[in-house]
């Protein structure tokens, strides 16, 4: 290895750790292991390390220092094809890199350019990339407010602990006029369900704005709470322009809305830490543009650190890709997102897990056993909305199914004595 | 195909094309493409398109429509492995829908979803699949201002019309205080350079606030106009929080700036969008988290379509992959999204496209042929700041290679009366 590119090697004991975020990344190159890592730091902090003509060097302070390096493996072929790619065989490279934060500090937007910019992604010689994991030091984390109401808020909010939660998105989740919207939402709350929301892709739309849906859900809502003694929520995606975005939140509160929701990716995660610094009832991300960076398994970022940096801008509850095949998952992948959200770290309060995915009845148990925990919440549509017997009736259904689960009974016996589950078992049941 | 599935295709012809936003899509499927192609529609727009008991069809007015479907080959794998995947070959199918822009309105956040978002994304028996083009129609594309100043305006404040613009990213790019950045900025003034930026790591940090940085180099941009007798400009980069984005705009205005950078990307299209409606100098994106997202031949979305969304957002300028292996681009998809920032589209303004990727004085032909215009502006770095002679002799170098150009000399003929550009050639020339 030559001189110039030692100098971003660095022995992690050595550092001073509270100044450094720590960026784990998986990449292929066909050159010399070492030397590759070593311009990947070089492109994603200093880049030239000196002034022509100046007798200074900018590594020691600002550069970016691999702190662990391993060959995992070698491949024929980069597993992304590239319009330059060249070379017989690609080594697999684990690398974790200590980046000082002081290049980006504790601001969302500089962070990811940070890890996941123009840095990381094209760095000469490497064309296949994944982050893995970012490692956030506690003084960096102190400086970012996290949710402000979080799990144990949202909860709190419904009075109920001691079961996952049901958020129903109402469905048709486009074309249904405000107070069609919110009698097939009443119908759902009477049911059982504690929640309901807006599909992510209705928003403040002509034919349904946004004032007008949520004063009648509200009014519905209140009604049902009435009726059951139960205490209801209701989701607005208030996913808009940056600039709409607080005007939203505020029209929702002034009718009595008790939650919001954002379509993360779109709207970019720093507008949701503009809105959850300033809201007054809980925020949800939807995970909607998500794939597109995440999928591929070698390339991208992971849906891991896609959930540490929503728990990190503030979100109360994160929908978050879940369990079956059409979410393209894996159980561990889904586990470890649940598990990311409701971790201890630091001062940051937990996050509701939402991991969402064409889920009905029948889909509580997989989830309860996969997850290996009651704090989450479902997001059925269909698996109510479409129920047979209409929304009361799916609503209806997930609650015997939970009943089915505390008694330790098979949902299949428990559905011979309750009609909703069996019409749901039907309609759900063969997919 | 079903009933079901059919009332997801139309004859464009027979649609109220003013009503519809065109997506077109490259997916893979071991399915029926048809039937595939019908459950994409339904995943991004109505998904349930009636109530349960109620007699309706939401499908005619919200329901996305297949206008155009061709099969264009065939795979034995699929181009991203899925955990679920099966099926022994996959159809290669490229498609267009037409989507009721109803669904979303004239907003960025809300296009994107509805493009890319959880139904495009999540469709059963799609796992690979890229977002190719959007098309929009003119009553829509009424609705999105654009840039305010476009290429036009960021030409009329350098009073530079006939040749391209040269705009140095000043290096190091992070660690400098801002009185070393400005003497280097003003050394390539000097040099005859038309503009310095920050680079995209560069933002208001601890070690050169923005306030302190911006001021040093207009105080030096004005001196260095003074003595060349030419406008020079000064690209302040922005990027943070996006609750602050505009004070720090305001701030860079009051202090006599005239150029502000959003890394676009990680803040989100709508902040700029948000920038850009506001604001008093020429906006300029960098690509910075592009990558994740595009660089899969297969999967995710096109530049092309990031492009459109970004002149749709009002950026004055576009900093995008150019040319060169580091960026992994081809020459066709460089020139692509150059011809798109300039294309006549609607009343929407062109903007400056600016191609960058390790370029210097040599660098300035290729991009000129490949390109096939003269309305690009190139931002070299190393290639400035890194010129053995200093940024002025990195500047000038430049300068004299497009003498050359014009006067249709090889640069290595010029090189020999002209010795910064003779540096420049022995110093980057070999790589």
Not at 100 to 120: D, K, M, Q, S, W
Not at 256 to 278: C, D, I
Not at 373 to 401: C, L, N, W, Y
Not at 409 to 428: D, G, N, P, S
Request: hydrophobic letters at 40%; charged letters at 25%.
């Amino acid at each position: 290895m030559k001189d110039e590119d030692r100098a971003f090697f660095a022995d992690w004991d050595s550092l001073e750790k509270e100044r450094y975020c720590v960026f784990k990344y998986y990449f292929e190159t066909p050159f010399d292991i070492e030397e590759t890592a070593a311009h990947l730091c070089r492109e994603q902090s200093t880049a030239l390390w000196k002034r022509v003509g100046v007798d200074e060097d900018f590594r020691p302070l600002y550069g970016a220092k691999v702190i662990e390096i391993k060959r995992i493996g070698e491949l024929k072929r980069p597993s992304i094809e590239a319009p330059h790619a060249r070379g017989r065989s690609y080594s697999q490279v684990i690398v974790r890199i200590a980046h000082p934060h002081v290049n980006f500090g504790p601001r969302v937007p500089n962070l990811i350019t940070a890890a996941c910019g123009e840095g990381a992604f094209f760095t000469p010689g490497i064309n296949a990339i994944k982050l893995l994991d970012i490692e956030f030091p506690k003084s960096y984390l102190a400086r970012f407010e996290g949710p402000r109401f979080g799990m144990h808020g949202i909860r709190k909010t419904l009075g109920v602990y001691d079961r996952p939660l049901v958020i129903g998105v109402v469905k048709p989740n486009v074309g249904l006029k405000p107070k069609e919207f919110a009698e097939l939402a009443y119908k759902a709350y009477l049911g059982g369900i504690d929640g309901t929301k807006d599909d992510e892709m209705l928003s403040d739309v002509a034919y349904s704005p946004t004032r007008e849906r949520v004063a009648a859900v509200i009014e519905k809502m209140h009604k049902a709470e009435d009726k059951t003694g139960e205490k209801k929520l209701f989701i607005a995606n208030i996913t808009d322009e940056v600039d709409r975005i607080l005007e939203l939140h505020d029209m929702v509160v002034g009718l009595g809305g008790n939650g919001v929701m954002l379509n993360a990716m779109t709207v970019g995660l720093s507008a949701a830490r503009m809105l959850s610094k300033r809201a007054k009832v809980p925020v949800f991300s939807h995970f909607d543009f998500i794939a597109p960076y995440t999928r591929h398994p070698y390339f991208g970022l992971t849906t891991q650190v896609v959930t540490k940096l929503q728990r990190l801008s503030g979100f109360d509850g994160i929908i978050m890709p879940g369990l079956g095949d059409r979410m393209n998952t894996t159980q561990q992948e889904v586990k470890d997102n649940v598990d990311l959200c409701l971790a201890p770290w630091s001062d940051i309060k937990e996050t509701l897990p939402v991991p969402g995915g064409s889920d009905w009845a029948g889909s509580l148990l997989t989830m309860y056993r996969t997850l290996g925990t009651k704090d989450f919440s479902m997001v059925p549509g269909r698996g109510v909305f479409g129920h047979p017997a209409g929304p009361e009736g799916g609503a209806r259904s997930i609650r015997q199914a939970w009943e089915a689960i505390e008694r330790g009974v098979a949902i299949e016996q428990y559905a011979k004595t309750h009609v909703e589950l069996r019409q749901a078992i039907e309609a759900f049941g063969k997919a």
